[in-house]
């Protein structure tokens, strides 16, 4: 599907920077369409970032700190 492509990305990081979130969306089974639903929104946001000129890359680079969030406390 269309807008997906960030999904794996998106896992990875909250596996690995927010265990705890994870753990709960995963025993709730929610984390899969989360993560589908923020990768959804980032490939809309770069999208519309490329349609208005930017590079792909730099697009990417200024949509991801909304989505991969900062380290649990």
């Known amino acids: 599907m269309?807008?997906?492509?960030?999904?794996?990305l998106i896992l990875?990081?909250?596996k690995?920077?927010?265990p705890?979130?994870?753990?709960?969306?995963?025993?709730d089974g929610t984390i899969q369409e989360f993560a589908q639903s923020l990768s959804?929104?980032?490939?809309?946001q770069?999208?519309?970032l490329m349609a208005a000129g930017m590079p792909r890359?730099?697009?990417?680079?200024?949509v991801m700190p909304?989505?991969?969030?900062?380290p649990e406390d």
Do not use: C, N, S
């Open 57 to 62: 890359h730099q697009a990417e680079e200024f």
């Open 2 to 8: 269309l807008g997906l492509q960030y999904t794996g």
């Open 12 to 14: 990875r990081h909250w």
């Open 20 to 27: 705890k979130a994870y753990k709960e969306m995963t025993k």
């Open 46 to 48: 770069v999208a519309t």
């Open 40 to 44: 959804k929104q980032a490939a809309t």
């Open 66 to 70: 909304d989505i991969l969030l900062p």
């Open 16 to 18: 690995q920077w927010r």
